[in-house]
């Protein structure tokens, strides 16, 4: 029977506001600022918002298996259409949108091409190795970000000759510019370009806040999750751990079960997306409304859906329970601290402004458990179990090393098979489910393991999304077409 240790009510009320608007990078052209951006120190500056300025984790997390369909709650249409597998009827202006989310993305790849285009320019480029590697990063990862939900996924074992999204290398010099998409396979290939080439410039020592850039160690997990998706474990296993030489992991997660299992819901939010946390790697500003409405959004996480998500404290013996803590605010709208909001007034005296949520894009966590899936397929089976164990050790409420570990037998027990291998991978994704939830990272296991997602509505309809359904890849903007993209099959 599924316990949970801490379970707690609140009572959360916000004001209404405008929402923050987003402009389609493919319809105008960005602003120019070369005049003042004359120095290594600006071109840093510049890089600030080379980075997708928009949240996935709605649409993300509502096609998942996290979320059910409470039968009232928050009407957002980016949540509902999501959740139904429609094409989600948004602007670029309409905050968590996918359409908000592909424009964000090549805002900041503009960005990113206007300071590798003032960098190529200048008389002393070496001077600027660092921004040109952050540079090249940011774009790398924007267009990963592109490829994954606006394109059939990628196969390492296919050709992905499908189409993909378009590779911008170069600054915006007409308002409106043809693009072509391309394949699949050719944007990894950029992609992978784009990271080979910009990882070893990264230097830490040039940032005043290194979290909210592409620091060192956020690049090494950037380059373990590319490679995860490659199914290249030996670069995957490299990259990860270059993330923390010294193996320092378990200092550096987050103290679920330890310092964090006395604080309040206030203290959580307000920590979990600190620059100051240990565990988070990268921090990006969204603008956002997923601070607010997560608990309350109709298609979210129900009681039952934490029973199925938490279910995997059995994997563990001695009776473990997870430590994370559960709170509901109004019936049936559960949730964990995490991601909150903070508003931004227009002015001083203004009581309108804008919602923002501080997303961790990379973090200790899942770094690890790139690792420890990579070993998997790699036969490193005592390696998978230290680090199974690890993640226990900071994760499990009321923690007895000699009690709660994860080994071949109880794993054995959990999944009825004696396929070890499988068993590691099946456990890591079941970790990873409860670790990441309500921030949207579980689709991209789903989308890896070609799991089918099926969603069953208040009503009695049943939505079921297999492998290679069309349902699965984000339509592209209407307004992409003034590029001459075209739409993705429906």
Known sequence: MITIRKFRKIMLFLPLLALA??????SKEPDSTRAIINTPKKVSQLLTTAYPQAGYVVFSESMSDNVADKGVGEDDKTNRGSFLFEVVEATVDDQDSPDSYWAECYRAVSVANEALDIISKVSDPENYNAQKGEALLARAYAHFMLVNYYCRFFDPQQGNESPGIPYVTVPESVVIKQYERGTVAGVYQMIEKDLQEGLPLISD???????????????????????????????????????????????N???????????????????????????????????????????????????????????????????AGWAFPLYYRGENNYFIPKLTEYFVRESVNAEIGFPYVMLPIFTVEEVLFNRIEANAYLNNTAACLTDLNTYVSKRVDNYNPSAHKVTAASMRDYFGTSNLRNNIIETVLAFKRVEFVQEGMRWFDLQRYNRTVTHQTRTGSVITVPAGDNRRVLQLPQTAALSGITQNPR
């Open 253 to 319: 997660m987050r103290p679920w079960n330890t310092t964090y299992s006395s604080m309040s819901p206030a203290e959580l939010f307000n920590i979990y997306s600190r620059a100051t946390e240990n565990a988070n790697l990268l921090l990006v500003e969204t603008a956002s409304n997923f601070g607010r409405f997560a608990p309350t959004y109709r298609y979210g996480m129900t009681y039952g859906k934490w029973q199925e998500i938490s279910v995997s404290e059995r994997i563990i013996a001695g009776n």
């Open 21 to 26: 608007g987003c402009e389609d990078f493919l």
């Open 205 to 251: 020592g040039t940032y005043t806040i290194p979290k909210y850039h592409f620091n060192l160690a956020a690049a090494n997990a950037f380059a373990s999750r590319f490679y995860l998706v490659k199914k290249d474990y030996q670069k995957v296993l490299q990259y990860a751990n270059a993330v923390f030489p010294s193996n320092n992991f378990a200092e």
